[in-house]
């Protein structure tokens, strides 16, 4: 147990090391949410505070992901991935350390980008206690998320292409710009199986005391997403072996 815990610490440390500051990484993790931060807050400064959850969210969520996709797509590409099989570490240990990489990825540009937003827009945090549980979450769930998806593609360089096919539409519908509630019928069932909607929720709930869903139920749905896509992803990973 020591060794396993050892090797995915490991492993998660290459990963910083190695992908932190690659351009893809950087450029979607980073400059993404920053410039939809900075076009709002300039385009109406009256009723930006109200999208923060949203925006914040929006951070994590390319954070986590694109950190992840980046790793899969260049170690698939360059076989660098394969090696892994020959390490001492299970299928399991493998996702958790990628997991692991993305999950730090995401907290440390998100809380980044929260400070630096609220030192300028002056607003007080609701529940500290509840926006740190929510980064944790929301960070577990989209790292396992966007690695199971970057595991998925047949062709490791269109890992990033097809990321974009989902995350783009999902920060539509899922309470980012417009309420869930004025999206049609349709849009609905969407948001409320995107993993961004519960997040969005817990952010609003812990920056401004407002949520239109349970915050338990938003706790519970990211936890779920979390594990089920890390055990979904751990599959992938053996059967990429095959």
């Known amino acids: 147990m020591k060794s396993e815990i050892r090797n995915i610490l490991h492993l998660a440390l290459k990963d910083v090391r190695a992908?932190?500051?690659?351009?893809?990484?950087?450029?979607?993790?980073i400059l993404f949410p920053l410039v939809f931060v900075l076009i709002f807050s300039l385009k109406n400064p009256a009723g930006f505070p109200s999208m923060l959850g949203g925006l914040f969210t929006m951070?994590?969520?390319?954070?986590?992901?694109?950190?992840?996709?980046?790793?899969?797509?260049?170690?698939?590409?360059t076989g660098v991935f394969n090696?892994?099989?020959?390490?001492?570490?299970?299928y399991c240990g493998i996702v958790l350390g990628k997991i692991l990489a993305g999950f730090l990825f995401g907290i440390f540009t998100t809380l980044s980008i929260c400070a630096i937003t609220l030192f300028f827009v002056k607003i007080r945090i609701f529940n500290a206690g509840l926006l740190i549980l929510w980064v944790i979450l929301s960070s577990f769930a989209f790292s396992s998320f966007g690695l199971f998806l970057s595991l998925i593609v047949k062709e490791a360089y269109d890992a990033m292409t097809y990321m974009n096919l989902i995350r783009l539409p999902l920060i539509f519908v899922s309470g980012i710009f417009l309420p869930v509630s004025s999206l049609t019928p349709t849009l609905k069932i969407f948001a409320y199986l995107s993993p961004m909607t519960y997040s969005v929720n817990l952010a609003e709930a812990s920056i401004l005391n407002r949520h239109f869903i349970g915050v338990s139920i938003s706790f519970i749905v990211l936890a779920t997403v979390g594990v089920l896509f890390t055990a979904l992803a751990a599959v992938r990973v053996e059967k990429l072996r095959d």
């Open 59 to 77: 951070a994590i969520f390319f954070g986590t992901t694109s950190m992840t996709a980046t790793s899969i797509m260049l170690e698939r590409k």
């Open 19 to 29: 992908y932190y500051f690659k351009p893809a990484t950087i450029s979607w993790g």
């Open 83 to 90: 090696v892994y099989y020959t390490f001492p570490i299970s």
